[in-house]
């Protein structure tokens, strides 16, 4: 009786403070997702206050807050669209991987974590996050940009993938032999493979036999469907996550809709429980040390995703200024990067603190670059421009004084 009030007054307290500061986090115009995960230092090992009997409870949530997560971003696209992106977009899509994942590879090498913290840190800077970026496009009345598409199909490209890289990932960090990881591999990549086959081609039948007119019995089968696929996906070395995703792809219409309606309250409470938990589990004395790390790694890989969205949208004949907005909106790195993070940090633990620290930097200055990055180009262009006609009416009054 009394671990179980201790640990209702713990997670009562835990998730009133996010609601604390997700609402300060509105006022203020920025993601709440930093302010979750310096709940979660504040509470985890080493923190202001560690929490004593929630951590297993937490750590489950987490789980589901990731499930959660890749099935609502499934649900954005539908097949048509992940076809249509995948057939226009994919040299942008490979233009992002190179620019994006190689600082990241070079970083883990440089730091000395061998090719398997490289093979996660790379995943780590790559990525872009979906939920953040979406969020601020909805603020900035964004969505009906030329621009948008090119975005949300980058986006997309990425999430496809990671339905290839988190098996591959979990495969080398099993640390398994040459010949069993191949069958490993092999046996997760197929089974991506066919989830995916039956998404884009078989997506109205699976809609149609979980549609329901009970929301309450739509919502259970499809959460039931969910967490099946994601546990069968972890049990065949595909991620969980990646199950969850492509649950979210085979829903379409008017089941999906409804849907995301019913799950959006659900996805908000268990992914802020999933941040919190990630920072639960790293000790905060461990970031000071790798801040200037982050610092540096932050700053080339939004210059990186800048120049991926200018390319990006100049393939699809957009406008300098919409290639700057394109590339701004990008930058921001979130629920991804620290999925990856929280696979990688068992075999790799150094990886925990420089990707809080990373996301923590890339999530508050993503909105930022989204809202700033084309008025900034446009600042320094009128006043090089300025500077260049003030030289030139120099060098005229010069040539005037000398020529008297």
């Known amino acids: ?87 226009t977009q994919y040299p942008s899509g490979i233009v992002d991987l190179v620019l994006n994942a190689v600082p990241g590879a070079v970083a883990g090498l440089l730091l000395g974590w061998g090719p398997v913290g ?35 199909g980058i986006l997309v490209i990425e999430d496809l993938t990671m339905a290839v890289y988190l098996p591959v990932l979990s495969t080398v960090l099993a640390g398994v032999g040459l010949a069993s990881g191949s069958i490993t591999l092999a046996i997760a990549l197929g089974t991506a493979g066919i989830a995916l086959f039956l998404a884009v081609r078989h997506g109205r039948v699976i809609s149609k036999a979980v ?16 967490l099946l696929v994601a546990g069968v996906a972890q049990r065949l070395q595909v991620s969980a996550a990646v199950g969850a995703f492509l649950v979210g792809i085979a829903l379409s219409g008017e089941v999906a809709h409804t849907t995301r309606r019913l799950f959006t309250p659900l996805r908000d409470l268990f992914a802020a429980v999933f941040f919190v938990f990630f920072g639960l589990s790293t000790d905060p004395g461990a970031i000071p040390p790798v801040l200037a790390t982050a610092l540096a790694l932050a700053i080339v890989t939004a210059g990186t995703k800048i120049a991926t969205g200018w390319y990006a949208a100049k393939r699809a004949g957009i406008g300098p200024k919409g290639r700057l907005r394109a590339g701004g909106a ?61 030289s030139d009416v120099v060098t005229e009054v010069r040539a005037a004084e000398s020529g008297a």
């Open 118 to 152: 490289a093979l996660a840190l790379a995943g780590v800077t790559y990525i872009s996050s979906s939920g953040v970026i979406a969020k601020v496009l909805t603020d900035l009345n964004r969505l009906g940009n030329r621009e948008t598409p090119v975005i949300l």
């Open 1 to 87: 009786m009394h671990d179980t009030t201790t640990m209702l007054i713990e997670l009562g307290a835990v998730v009133l403070g996010l609601g604390l500061v997700g609402r300060l986090a509105g006022r203020l115009g920025l993601s709440p997702i930093p302010l979750y995960l310096l709940v979660g230092l504040a509470f985890g090992h080493g923190g202001l206050l560690p929490l004593s009997t929630t951590e297993g409870f937490i750590e489950v949530g987490a789980e589901i807050g990731v499930i959660l997560l890749l099935l609502m971003l499934g649900l954005e696209y539908s097949a048509t669209e992940l076809v249509d992106s995948l057939r």
């Open 211 to 226: 549609s329901s007119d009970n929301p309450e019995m739509l919502l259970l089968v499809v959460l039931g469907l969910t």
């Open 330 to 390: 990008l930058v921001a790195r979130g629920e991804f990067s620290i999925v990856i993070a929280g696979l990688a940090s068992a075999t790799e633990p150094r990886i925990a603190p420089v990707a809080t620290a990373y996301v923590l930097i890339l999530v508050i200055l993503g909105p930022f670059a989204t809202r700033w990055t084309e008025p900034a180009a446009r600042w320094l262009r009128e006043r090089r421009a300025s500077g260049s006609r003030a």
